[in-house]
Nanobody, 120 residues
Framework: VQLQASGGGLVQPGKSLRLSCAASGPGLDSYAIGWFRQAPGKEREGVSCITSTGSSTWSAGSVKGRFTISRDNAKNTVYLEMNNLKPEDTAVYFC??????????????WGRGTQVTVSS
């Protein structure tokens, strides 16, 4: 499966963005999907993930309560709703197929990332 992240942009602190991870063909509903981010000079980190049916999710402590992951398998898309954005959320965001449960593991099928910049 080929994935493509979109929806990034420049926003002020406290504002919101919704990222989308779309699959190029059918079958996204067979995969758990994770969101990752990489800030300049830092390692890539897991942000959130959702199981293939959407029945279970996980989010990193740094975004819990602010970011919400969801999916619409009919649209072959996974979303990351980001609220109350902070400058430290600035990064390139990627999606990938993963193992999701008490954390996110084994990412593969990386999509092209989308830049999120939080700045006043």
């Amino acid at each position: 499966v080929q994935l493509q992240a979109s929806g990034g942009g420049l926003v002020q602190p406290g504002k919101s963005l919704r990222l989308s991870c779309a699959a190029s063909g059918p079958g996204l509903d067979s995969y758990a999907i994770g969101w990752f981010r990489q800030a300049p000079g830092k390692e890539r980190e897991g942000v959130s993930c959702i199981t293939s049916t959407g029945s279970s999710t996980w989010s990193a402590g740094s975004v819990k309560g602010r970011f919400t992951i969801s999916r619409d398998n009919a649209k072959n898309t996974v979303y990351l709703e980001m609220n109350n954005l902070k400058p430290e959320d600035t990064a390139v965001y990627f999606c990938a197929t993963v193992e999701c449960g008490f954390g996110v593991r084994g990412p593969s099928n990386w999509g092209r990332g989308t830049q999120v910049t939080v700045s006043s």
